[in-house]
């Protein structure tokens, strides 16, 4: 297959299932040439990638709520690959009493827990990954408007994008004289594991979809081809943005 990404290795965190975000940019990578690393967060998850993904896809498990599970799994990336080109972080989590109890009554341990691994682990993903990262190489996370907007029943999670998106222009700065971008993608609603622990998803859901341009939500596969031209050369003037892929949900 030849592609943009033709020669590229890209390592892409946070695919659960076939309707997960970074399924869709895992087959649009695929579909330009890349050899692709996909990390997951646990045995369940391990055993639910093994159902559909590709066989020459490698698998390496990443709970990103440990350090030294991040450090590891790069360490092992490094070692069979030595360079990987990009890295995609599709994370977040929430607990559900947290999700679901509006902001004011957020607990300390419930704040915790979401920007550690909604937004932290961005942070070390970027740290450990940097040393096996190409010049250029490319960090894309996974936003959504609920950081500038207060959107019904997002709460939390959207104190933690605030807190991703601004680490974004931080890292990026960071790391701009490696040569490595970091750059997040804010995605319009669509129906995963993770928007199904938000109270009445299916207003959110349905609310958003009302709002794009031609009232149609945008796909998996729409926001994994930006990601995958935000992996390649293409975007390399590109870095500490945050570029909207929601069919213009956030204009009105
Ligand atoms: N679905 C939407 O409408 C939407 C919109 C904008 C942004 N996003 C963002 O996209 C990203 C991907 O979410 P999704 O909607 O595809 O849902 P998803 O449930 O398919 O993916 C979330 C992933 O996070 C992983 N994860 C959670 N805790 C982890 C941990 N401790 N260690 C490692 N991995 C962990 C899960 O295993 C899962 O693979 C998230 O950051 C989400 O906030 C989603």
Redesign the pocket.
Same mark, same amino acid.
């Given at each position: 297959m030849s592609g943009f990404l033709d020669g590229k290795t890209i390592v892409i965190?946070?695919?659960?299932?076939k309707?997960? $975000? =970074?399924w869709g940019c895992t087959q649009a990578i695929l579909k330009q040439g890349a050899q692709i690393v996909l990390t997951y967060?646990n045995d369940r998850?391990k055993k639910s990638l093994e159902r559909f993904v590709p066989e020459n896809a490698d698998l390496v498990e990443?709970?990103?709520?440990d350090d030294e599970n991040i450090k590891q799994a790069f360490e092992k990336i490094g070692e069979k690959y030595h360079q990987i080109d990009g890295v995609i972080h599709? $994370? =977040?989590?929430a607990d559900k009493e947290t999700l679901t109890s509006g902001l004011v009554n957020t607990s300390r341990d419930g704040y915790d827990l979401a920007q550690n691994?909604?937004a932290y682990s961005l942070i070390a993903v970027s740290r450990y990954a940097q040393p096996i990262l190409s010049n250029p190489g490319s960090i894309l996370t996974?936003?959504?408007f609920g950081s500038t907007r207060a959107i019904p029943n997002y709460n939390m999670?959207g104190v933690a994008k605030a807190a991703l998106e601004s680490s974004v222009r931080y890292l990026a700065s960071d790391l701009g004289e490696k040569g490595i971008r970091v750059n997040a993608i804010s995605?319009?609603?669509?129906k995963?594991?993770?928007?199904t622990g938000i109270k009445h998803h299916s207003e959110l859901l349905k609310e958003s979809e009302s709002r794009t341009v031609d009232q149609k939500s945008v796909t998996t596969s729409e926001i994994g081809n930006v990601a995958a031209f935000l992996m390649s050369d293409l975007s390399t003037g590109m870095t500490g943005d945050i570029v909207y892929v929601d069919k213009g949900v956030h204009l009105i």
């Open positions: 965190m946070g695919v659960a299932n309707r997960s $975000i =970074a967060q998850i990443c709970d990103v709520s599709a $994370i =977040a989590y691994i909604s996974l936003t959504y999670m995605a319009g609603a669509v995963t594991l993770a928007v």
